[in-house]
C-alpha cells in the first residue's frame, strides 16, 4: 500500500514539474510591475509589450515571452500599453523577470520618465563624470567613475533620440 501510494506521489509529482512555455493569465494579456527606489511605475497593469535594454542585448517582451531572467543595462525602457500608448523610462541599472504566468517586474535601481530628464543637465553630468574618470587616483576611483560616464552617456543618448 505504502509503495503503491509512492508510485502514485512520484507520478503527479513529475506531470506537475514538467515546463514549457509562459501561459498568459488571458489571451494576449500581460501582468507589468515596473519599480524604482523613487516611484512604482506599474503596479500588475496589463500591458501589450515591454521592451528593455540588458546586458545581454536589448530585447522585447510579448505575453507568452518564454520565462527569463535579465540584468538592466543603463537605457530606456519603453511600454506599450493596451491602447497603443508609449511610455519611455530612463533606468541607471536593475533587473528584468519574466515569469511562467508572462507576469513581468522589471526592478530598477533608478528610474525616470524620458520627459523629465534635461539635456543640458545630463550633458553637464557627462563633463563631469569625464573629468573624474580621467583624474581617478585609484582603480576603485576608476570603477566607480567609468560606471557615471556609462549611465551619463546612455541619459544623454536616450534625450538626444
Do not use: W
Not at 518564454?66 to 530606456?76: F, I, Q, S, Y
Not at 563633463?127 to 551619463?152: G, H, P, R, T, Y
Request: proline residues 4%; negative net charge; glycine residues 4%.
Amino acid at each position: 500500500m505504502a509503495l503503491a501510494l509512492r508510485s502514485m506521489l512520484r507520478s503527479v509529482a513529475r506531470k506537475i514539474q514538467v515546463r514549457g512555455y509562459a501561459d498568459a493569465p488571458k489571451e494576449g494579456e500581460m501582468a507589468f510591475t515596473f519599480a524604482a527606489g523613487n516611484k512604482v511605475f506599474y503596479d500588475k497593469q496589463v500591458v501589450k509589450q515591454i521592451d528593455v535594454p540588458s546586458f545581454s542585448g536589448a530585447f522585447g517582451i510579448l505575453p507568452k515571452h518564454v520565462p527569463t531572467l535579465a540584468v538592466l543595462r543603463p537605457g530606456v525602457v519603453t511600454v506599450t500599453e493596451n491602447d497603443g500608448k508609449q511610455s519611455k523610462i530612463f533606468v541607471s541599472s536593475g533587473t528584468i523577470t519574466v515569469n511562467d504566468d508572462s507576469s513581468v517586474q522589471v526592478l530598477a535601481e533608478e528610474a525616470h520618465p524620458l520627459e523629465n530628464l534635461d539635456r543640458s543637465a545630463a550633458q553637464e553630468a557627462l563633463s563631469k563624470a569625464q573629468s573624474e574618470f580621467n583624474s581617478a587616483s585609484n582603480e576603485q576611483a576608476k570603477a566607480e567613475a567609468a560606471i557615471a560616464v556609462e549611465v551619463a552617456e546612455e541619459i544623454v543618448k536616450a534625450v538626444s533620440a
